[in-house]
């Protein structure tokens, strides 16, 4: 791995452009390979087209959105190194989406912005892993926007107009670099949007708002195929119930944009893995229950789906706990695939690479031997996604 890895640094940096990378033309733009199909003249279909495309979603997460600096980054939080067999898995198994969480910072100039070229050359080649299996690839600008003390995209910004310019000099140089692909990679704005997780204020909505519309402006303004590219918009902390109060972003293009929201709810038995959930379960929330999932899908369908926007629920999942709550998981995780299928929202799982029991532990594949880890969960998020009948019968 190590020498192949190098080998892409060593090409990238014949580059002469460090931005935007080069090609055989000898103008800017991202490394061409005319035998690649997917880089080609982009498709005009619109959102609600390309969903319709798509089946179920998993997340390559903790890896090139781990905080660091280099290309070591994405190995810092404990994951290793990508490999195509992982994705290769991942197709296997039954996914035909991944959404690539891809942190920027510590990896562009301070001053001018100018993104490493290394950076953007591994983005690339895992995004390649992606569309050679003729699947779908999401993209982000993902921990940036984490609300830590590091983290600078922020709806409480001290200089907002600095924050939205440096937003927009990123997207510019990811856009340009990608402009090549074809309809099967997209581009969304952001993550979690936040600062705190309370209601978001009037101020927060309106930041949130023009950090959407400077996105889509910016990614238009580049041209070629990012004229038609579909762009995934978010909510204030990719809330469903925010997603109700902001509005969307006006457009160049027709029916162009999708929506994103995220979904832990109840976060303490989805994200912490604690009691059972069903209207039979013990969950000390007291809700977020089978009438939740089917009250805020129905309402985001409503705003959204309704009106030819397609919904993508960028994030979802339950922890594995270890402590027998193993039918009330399984049970979770189809209600909530299937429930997101039937209200026109294409449900994307967060695997994180963790399966220790303690902590967030999503995973769903071993990232070293590119096994399935949980095959009643696969077999769980399959049967929603494909809109079968219940299996499981609670307690």
């Not at 100039?109 to 993104?115: G, L, V």
């Not at 944009?257 to 069903?278: C, Q, R, S, T, V």
Request: glycine content about 10%; some cysteine; hydrophobic content about 35%.
């Amino acid at each position: 791995m190590k020498k192949r890895f190098l080998s892409l640094v060593l090409a990238a940096a014949l580059c002469v452009s460090a931005v935007t990378g080069c090609d055989s033309s000898g103008e800017g733009g991202a490394p061409q390979d005319d035998t690649k199909t997917h880089i080609k003249e982009i498709a005009d279909i619109t959102a609600m087209e390309l969903y319709e495309k798509m089946t179920v979603g998993w997340n390559l997460g903790n890896s090139l959105d781990a905080v660091g600096t280099g290309l070591a980054s994405e190995v810092a939080w404990g994951n290793p190194y990508i490999e195509k067999a992982l994705i290769d898995a991942v197709k296997e198994a039954g996914f035909d989406v991944v959404r690539i969480p891809v942190t920027w910072m510590g990896h562009f100039d301070e001053e001018t912005y100018t993104i490493d070229e290394e950076w953007l050359a591994r983005v690339k080649e895992v995004v390649d892993y992606v569309l050679d299996n003729d699947m779908y690839a999401m993209i982000n600008i993902h921990h940036d926007g984490n609300d830590t003390n590091q983290s600078w995209l922020t709806p409480a910004p001290s200089d907002e107009d600095g924050m939205i310019a440096k937003f927009e000099a990123l997207w510019k140089q990811i856009a340009e670099y990608f402009n090549v692909y074809d309809e099967h990679l997209m581009f969304a704005g952001m993550n979690e949007f936040h600062k705190g997780y309370s209601n978001p204020s009037s101020e927060y909505l309106r930041i949130t708002d023009r950090a959407n519309q400077s996105f889509v402006d910016t990614v238009r303004a580049t041209g070629g195929n990012n004229e038609k590219r579909i762009l995934i918009v978010q909510a204030y902390n990719t809330n469903g119930d925010a997603s109700l109060k902001m509005t969307m972003p006006t457009d160049t293009v027709s029916d162009k944009l999708m929506m994103e929201i995220h979904f832990y709810d109840p976060w303490n038995f989805a994200g912490e893995g604690k009691g059972d959930w069903g209207q039979t379960g013990t969950n000390t929330d007291g809700w977020g229950q089978e009438d939740w999932v089917n009250d805020i899908f129905g309402r985001v369908k409503a705003k959204f789906v309704d009106n030819n926007i397609p919904v993508i629920i960028g994030e979802y999942g339950a922890v594995n706990n270890k402590n027998g709550n193993d039918d009330h998981r399984r049970y979770y995780v189809e209600y909530v695939t299937k429930a997101a299928k039937e209200n026109g929202l294409l449900p994307i799982w967060w695997d994180n690479g963790n399966d220790s029991g303690s902590g967030e532990a999503f995973a769903l594949f071993n990232r070293y031997t590119y096994t399935k880890l949980h095959e009643d969960i696969h077999e769980a998020i399959m049967r929603g996604a494909g809109g079968e009948d219940y299996t499981i019968e609670l307690p």
